[in-house]
């Protein structure tokens, strides 16, 4: 998906000029957003394939370091925020038949499966929680960007991301 043609909304062509630069920037933000989660998969999977771990791919890996000791069912994944994409399903499948996560129904609700990961998944999880400290220190060790940089930043996401979710709530 790209975000670099400029849509030109009522309110744009009412104010060409202030809204269509708000909008040309916002468009690219979206770009942005959705080149860095892009990248950040790349970077995990070339670390993966130094380490020549190779039956695991980088959604998986960010999935195992996400959940990290906690015992979830597979639709907590989403609403706690582990997991953005739509194929959890095949995700955890994979995960279980490689050996990364346990998985057992729940003893209450029998049609709900819980998973946590393996001392295996839990070496991967050391593998990503490693790669992010190592890019941290070198963030800041090169001067790429400060604390204070990093608390705006994401501050600004965190209130972008409330805005999505009440237009995704306000649709319904």
Not at 116 to 137: E, I, K, Y
Request: with cysteine.
């Amino acid at each position: 998906m790209s975000f670099h043609s400029p849509v030109r909304t009522p309110a744009a062509r009412g104010d060409a000029g202030a809204n269509a630069d708000l909008l040309a920037r916002y468009l690219d933000s979206l770009s942005l957003v959705e080149r860095l989660h892009r990248l950040l998969l790349d970077v995990i999977k070339d670390e993966f394939e130094r380490l020549a771990i190779l039956d695991i791919n980088a959604v998986q890996a960010l999935l195992l370091f996400n959940i990290g000791d906690n015992e979830v069912t597979a639709g907590e994944l989403k609403t706690r925020g582990y997991y953005q994409g739509s194929n959890v399903s095949y995700n955890l499948k994979k995960l279980v038949e490689n050996g990364y996560m346990h998985h057992a129904r729940c003893a209450i609700d029998r049609r709900s499966v819980r998973v946590r990961l393996t001392p295996q998944g839990h070496d991967v999880r050391a593998v990503v929680s490693d790669l992010f400290a190592r890019h941290a220190d070198g963030l800041l060790r090169k001067a790429v960007i400060s604390d204070a940089d990093l608390d705006g930043i994401n501050a600004t996401l965190k209130r972008m991301e409330r805005y999505w979710t009440d237009q995704i709530r306000y649709i319904y």
